[in-house]
């Protein structure tokens, strides 16, 4: 989805542009193959929230999930049963997923308010200026927000009082899909057009920027490529997704890209020790070596089945797809070990895991935790 200034063109509106300028039809999902599972893994929970998360995000949160859902509850799950721990009425349908740093937790509504809550009530609320697809940060006691022109607030997490702002980035398309904003050390990092972009939390000066896409492109629309979420952080360093464009490491210590390569997709990525991984728009995936870049190895049995960002889980990496499977491979060779089913729908948030119980999220608004074994 994509935005001009305030001005939204969604996705759904380009998407129609470009296949009226094709006449190929939409391609088939690849068929599922028998498989043998060469693994254990079971369903461990199930929840439902009754509408679908909103913004995209979920949080972890020592022994709890943290999800908000579209019409506007913020729903507390405990990780080892999935027993509801608190639920809190926002009021208002959300546009944005939820931050939290377990103390305070935030949300933007569809009507471009801010409101920030703890555990058993709404503590403020203020109104922004421009719309938010992607979940707040919260971190340092304070509230950081990224608007979908990837201007930027930081807000006093107990009081609402607004810090610091920065302009729009002057881009002249922007996503209308959540962005990158992750906190490094005492480095606020958020993604603006295709660079990363290293911020001061306590002033908002700005300390570095690094580049992972070079844009190219007969138009705006080709040349787009805003980093997407969710990002993939162990220690200091970070790998990112620039839209339909690149893939790219930095060491954010040092302020330095590590390494870029070229590969079209509009999904995040995850990483371990070793390998990056990443589908690219056909959903054909690929693993990236951690310290160069280089192809490990890819993997072309599941194109077209609409995969979500991977998630790193021990000695596996794991995609949903638009069928709810979710499919677990290994993370060295790509060899599927294990395929686990939800509720038929399409996996709409990103993956998130606490320990080795991963989260998967429908477009039905249930909620499913599985363990590999």
Request: aromatic fraction near 6%; charged fraction near 20%; hydrophobic fraction near 45%.
């Amino acid at each position: 989805m994509i935005a001009r200034r305030a001005l939204a063109l969604g996705l759904s509106t380009l998407v129609a542009l470009l296949a009226a300028c094709s006449s190929s039809p939409k391609p088939t999902p690849t068929p599922l193959e028998p498989l043998q599972a060469k693994i254990a893994g079971r369903q461990v929970w199930r929840q439902s929230l009754g509408t679908p998360v909103a913004g995209l995000s979920v949080a972890v949160l020592g022994d709890r999930f943290l999800l908000a859902s579209a019409r506007g509850q913020l729903t507390s799950l405990d990780i080892g049963t999935g027993e509801v721990r608190s639920r809190l009425e926002i009021g208002a349908p959300l546009s944005a997923g939820v931050g939290s740093d377990g103390r305070h937790a935030a949300v933007v509504t569809q009507d471009n308010e801010l409101v920030v809550s703890d555990s058993e009530r709404v503590v403020w609320r203020t109104r922004l200026n421009s719309r938010v697809v992607t979940a707040p940060l919260v971190a340092g006691e304070r509230v950081f927000v990224q608007a979908i022109d990837r201007s930027l607030w930081a807000f006093d997490a107990f009081d609402g009082r607004l810090l610091w702002s920065t302009p729009r980035s002057g881009e002249a398309l922007s996503l209308q899909q959540p962005g990158v904003l992750l906190a490094y050390r005492n480095t606020l990092l958020a993604g603006v057009g295709p660079r990363l972009t290293a911020i001061d939390p306590i002033s908002g000066a700005l300390r570095g920027q690094m580049t992972i896409a070079a844009p190219r492109g007969t138009n705006e629309v080709e040349r787009l490529a805003d980093l997407v979420a969710p990002p993939a952080r162990q220690g200091e360093v970070v790998c990112v997704r620039a839209f339909q464009s690149a893939v790219g490491c930095v060491n954010a210590e040092r302020g330095s890209v590590l390494w870029t390569r070229q590969q079209g997709g509009h999904q995040g990525v995850a990483m371990d020790a070793e390998f990056v991984f990443g589908s690219d728009a056909s959903d054909r995936i690929t693993a990236w070596r951690r310290s160069s870049g280089d192809v490990a190895w890819t993997h072309d049995r599941l194109r077209h089945r609409g995969l979500s960002a991977p998630l790193a889980v021990g000695a596996t990496v794991v995609f949903g797809d638009a069928e709810g499977w979710l499919h677990m491979m290994s993370r060295d060779r790509g060899e599927t070990l294990l395929r686990l089913p939800t509720d038929g729908s399409a996996i709409v948030a990103p993956l998130v895991r606490s320990g080795l119980t991963v989260l998967a999220v429908t477009r039905a608004g249930n909620v499913f935790a599985f363990r590999p074994e």
